[in-house]
Every structure is written in structure tokens, then in C-alpha cells.
């Protein structure tokens, strides 16, 4: 459960309205209003004089709430108020991992990692072979030598620019935000193989021969006239 405190001066015996509101993006939404709560807060919300406790809290009831307090008797319009902000903290869910199974030397290949339920939002370290891989962002005198990788933890990416057999192996993501225990996705792995140049070649020269037969087969069947109309 969460409690919004909202405390005011009041004179004795001074008849109260008491609203609570909503701040979001979209715009101001009565969260208490004329006696009742509304919306998803109905029934899971009770009143405390005049604030609030939300029971059973979900990422959704995060956000800015404003207490307002006036005075209901006549030509007395005063209004009192109060801002708080509640930040529901939520534990990372089993992130998706897309691993290519196989990637050709020397090509780009990018790794991504991503959970959308941790608040707040969660950040990502990669393993392979069941190894912390190292994070490098800097450039320069901060690059780790030897590192064919860029590891971006706030985005969950892992970049290759120019992936080598080396990087052949088993790849797998941890999310975590300080919330509960951190979740991994499932063991993947990546087969990096050199390009076959030999094969290309050869697959070349056998659809040229190929051609070439056909072509002179053609000229052939012209010059006996098989063609001919």
C-alpha cells in the first residue's frame, strides 16, 4: 500500500471540500472528488483525513498527485493544496533477447536486450560463455584493447562492428534495477564463420559454364536450323 499525507490548517468547526487530482501528460484527473473515488482507485483507495491510502499499488498509480482543500462556507474560498509525487518501484521481468544464430566475419551484427516492466527502468549487462562482458563507451585513451564490442547498458544493445570468429559462443542478457532480483533471458548462440570465398567462386564459374552451354547449344540448334520457321 501507499499513504499520500496531505496536512492543512482549518479553523474549528469550518466546513471543508477536499479533492485529490491527478498531474499527466494528457492532462488533470479527479483521483477523489464530491465525497467518492474514481476511476481504477475505486475500492482500492480509502480516505485518511484528508489523505489518501492506495492499496494493492501498480506501476499505473505512479505519477503527481495534488491535494486541494477550500473552504466550503460562503465568501470564504480559500484553498489550500499540496503537491506529491509516487514512484512505484516495480522488479524487472524476463528480458527478450534477439541473438543472430549465425553471422559471417567481418559483417555488423547487433545484440538487444529489452524488459519494459522494471521502474525504475532497468539496465542490462551481457554474458557470454557465462562471462560479464566488459562495457566500453569511451573512445580513445578509455577503449579497452582487444574489445570488438560496444555494450550500451541503458539500451540493452550489444554491437559488433566488425564481428570475428572469436566472438563465436553463448550469449545471454541479466536486467536489474535495484527492485527484487535481476532476470536473465535464455542461453543463445552465436556461430561466427568465415566468409567462403572458394565456394562463391566455384558456384560462379559453374553457373558461367552453364551459361555458355546453353548458349552454344542454342547456336547449335540455329545452325541446324531448328528454328527456323
Request: aromatic share 8%; hydrophobic share 35%.
Amino acid at each position: 500500500e501507499a499513504i499520500l499525507s496531505c496536512k492543512h490548517k482549518s479553523s474549528k468547526g469550518m466546513s471543508l471540500r477536499i479533492e485529490w487530482k491527478k498531474i499527466q501528460p494528457q492532462g488533470v484527473s479527479f483521483v477523489y472528488y464530491n465525497g467518492e473515488f474514481t476511476g481504477d482507485l475505486r475500492g482500492r483507495a480509502e480516505m485518511l483525513n484528508p489523505g489518501i491510502r492506495i492499496r494493492n499499488v501498480t506501476r499505473r498509480d505512479s505519477g503527481t498527485y495534488r491535494c486541494e482543500i477550500s473552504d466550503k462556507s460562503e465568501g470564504h474560498p480559500r484553498l489550500q493544496e499540496a503537491i506529491i509525487t509516487l514512484t512505484v518501484l516495480v522488479a524487472p521481468t524476463t528480458p527478450v533477447c534477439d541473438v543472430p544464430s549465425s553471422a559471417m566475419t567481418g559483417t555488423v551484427v547487433q545484440l538487444s536486450c529489452k524488459e519494459t516492466e522494471g521502474s525504475p527502468p532497468s539496465e542490462y549487462q551481457w554474458y557470454k560463455n557465462g562471462v560479464a562482458l566488459l562495457e566500453k563507451t569511451g573512445t580513445g585513451s578509455a577503449r579497452t584493447p582487444n574489445i570488438t564490442y560496444t555494450m550500451n547498458k541503458k539500451s540493452g544493445t550489444l554491437l559488433f562492428n566488425t564481428v570475428t570468429k572469436n566472438d563465436t559462443g553463448e550469449y545471454f542478457c541479466e536486467a536489474s534495477n535495484g527492485i527484487g532480483l535481476s532476470q536473465r533471458c535464455s542461453v543463445k548462440r552465436m556461430q561466427v564463420d568465415d566468409l567462403n570465398v572458394s565456394g562463391i567462386i566455384a558456384a560462379v564459374v559453374f553457373v558461367a559454364l552453364v551459361m555458355a552451354l546453353c548458349g552454344l547449344g542454342v547456336f547449335y540448334a540455329q545452325k541446324k536450323g531448328y528454328f527456323a520457321s
